[in-house]
């Protein structure tokens, strides 16, 4: 396929070498020269505007975005949708939001153009690991670019496949799933990243527990110095809580044990608040998600051992750097 694809940050510039390392035509844009540079250096056409890119594809064109929620993304859509002809595609692969997916794709069909909205998930990794994709849109726009999904997704031999899925969607054991219609790929991505905070606060806590376990306010037949790395890695062989997470805490405390690179001001990006609001609308108790979230914020008041455990996952998985201001 030849595909352009606009956002070349973290993930945008992975998602283009990956692309490229498959076989696929890449045309390239950012607007910073410096990640078009990179891109051209790795086998990508540049474009140093979006005219220029679209003049760069071949109708039916496919227009891959991965930039911030909100104006940054809807903004390239406005200019995309000026330029871009009937059958196109354009394809919102960051953090959106569910709602603004639905008013999109509506804009778009009056003008004959296809959108959908893809929740990625693989951070930083993605490059080599692939990338667990979440599509919402029309089925038939989701087969004809199946190629380009295929070849982002880890495949099937990342991960034994799971008894009893006989007769189902075999594109799901790849690591990608068509979720539903417009909107869906990025509301199962914003619940996935909610259960991602309840995990990682599960995960801050209990390592915040054994640390302490040393300290003044233990019982005094219980002040043990324990070794948070040393835990860590032990859980990662044979322990039901083991996890890719897991793995990411286990490299930070075996590199820094007091985690003394970090603060523990922990930021979220919108998909938490944006799960929480869902839950109060279909009356679903979401106690652990609500409390996660809750505690990201107070993180940016005071800090503990929990939240730079918090803040060596997020580092570890999505490379997201600690507000500098708050060092």
């Not at 595609?89 to 794709?105: E, M, P, S, V």
Request: proline letters at 4%.
């Amino acid at each position: 396929m030849r595909l352009g694809v606009i956002g070349l940050g973290r993930m945008g510039g992975a998602i283009t070498r990956r692309l490229l390392k498959a076989g696929h035509a890449v045309v390239a844009h950012d607007r910073e020269a410096s990640r078009i540079d990179s891109a051209v250096e790795s086998g990508a056409v540049g474009a140093t505007s979006v005219d220029d890119l679209v003049t760069a594809l071949e109708a039916p064109r496919a227009v891959w975005l991965m930039l911030p929620a909100g104006e940054p993304t809807q903004g390239i859509i406005d200019a995309l949708a000026t330029r871009l002809d009937r059958g196109d595609t354009i394809i919102d692969g960051g953090n959106g939001f569910w709602k603004d997916d639905l008013r999109r794709a509506e804009a778009l069909e009056a003008r004959g153009l296809h959108y959908l909205d893809v929740g990625t998930s693989g951070g930083v990794w993605g490059l080599e690991r692939g990338y667990c994709l979440m599509i919402g849109g029309e089925a038939t726009v989701v087969n004809q670019l199946d190629s380009l999904f295929a070849s982002l997704s880890p495949g099937k031999e990342s991960v034994p496949t799971t008894p009893g899925r006989a007769g189902r969607d075999p594109r799901v054991e790849r690591g990608y799933l068509h979720a539903g219609p417009c909107g869906a790929g990025h509301f199962v991505k914003m619940v996935h990243n909610a259960i991602e905070y309840g995990m990682m606060q599960a995960y801050a806590e209990g390592f915040d527990l054994l640390r302490n376990a040393a300290g003044p306010e233990g019982d005094s037949g219980q002040q043990w110095e324990l070794e948070l790395a040393d835990i860590a890695e032990v859980w990662r062989h044979g322990s039901v809580i083991s996890s890719w997470l897991l793995d990411l805490t286990a490299t930070a405390l075996a590199n820094d044990p007091g985690l003394d690179a970090y603060i523990g001001h922990v930021e979220d990006s919108g998909e938490g608040r944006w799960a929480l609001q869902a839950a109060i609308d279909e009356g679903v108790p979401a106690t652990v998600l609500s409390a996660a979230l809750f505690s990201r914020f107070r993180s940016r008041q005071e800090h503990t051992f929990s939240e730079k455990v918090l803040a060596a996952m997020r580092h570890g998985f999505g490379g997201h750097l600690e507000p500098p201001e708050t060092k």
